[in-house]
């Protein structure tokens, strides 16, 4: 079975919304696309594996899916990222799109996860998420999803679609992989590890005095 694997950019308060730019997504009065932009360096450059499309298939949300297709197909004959990303096989998931018409583009049909559970179950090379925060809770939410690779950038956006809204499925995550770049952006590699484990730091029992004022208190009593 091959791996489907999660890539993001996020804010430092888990916002993932246009950080690639002013007009990518300014939904809901979104007013910092490009946030992303002041911190890029050779040590993430390095480390875009999976973000340009060699050796893997690409599932893509609608909104990501129409950036890209705006964008590739359009660039030099010489860009290798848009050489790979044109050539390599891309899944799209959508509920409005009738047809995708960028090379080697197919929809997932209505039930998203069903599909992507079937790609996973083929052979083939891995399958890359890139954006598409839609897509990756609904694919968490589903249990689909093998691998995080999440660049944390060191700025506070306030507002914005966040990588993980309410309603996310709890679960553990194990981090595999981590490397820092010069402008302080944190590249992280994390697996899902199960259940949300619980614990309590109290080691003494309390007093009956302690007791019975924590009964007050859970029982609404006056303060």
Partial sequence: MRK?????????DGVMQAPGGPEEDPTGGFAHGGWTFPYWDEVMGRSM???????????LGRRT?????????YQPADSEIAQTLNAARKHVASRTLKQVTWNNSTLLGDDVPKAVAALKAQAGQDLQII??????????NAGLIDEYNVWTFPVVLGRGKRLFESGARPEELKLVDSLHSTTGVVLSTYV????????????IEPSEKEQARRKRMAGGANW
């Fill in 65 to 73: 899916y129409e950036i890209f297709d705006g964008y590739w197909p």
């Fill in 192 to 203: 899902p590890a199960g259940e949300v484990r619980v614990g309590t730091f109290e080691t």
């Fill in 131 to 140: 954006g598409s925060g839609n897509l990756i809770q609904t694919l968490q």
């Fill in 4 to 12: 489907l694997i999660a890539s993001t950019f996020v804010s430092l």
């Fill in 49 to 59: 594996k999976g973000l340009d499309g060699k050796d893997r298939e690409l599932v």
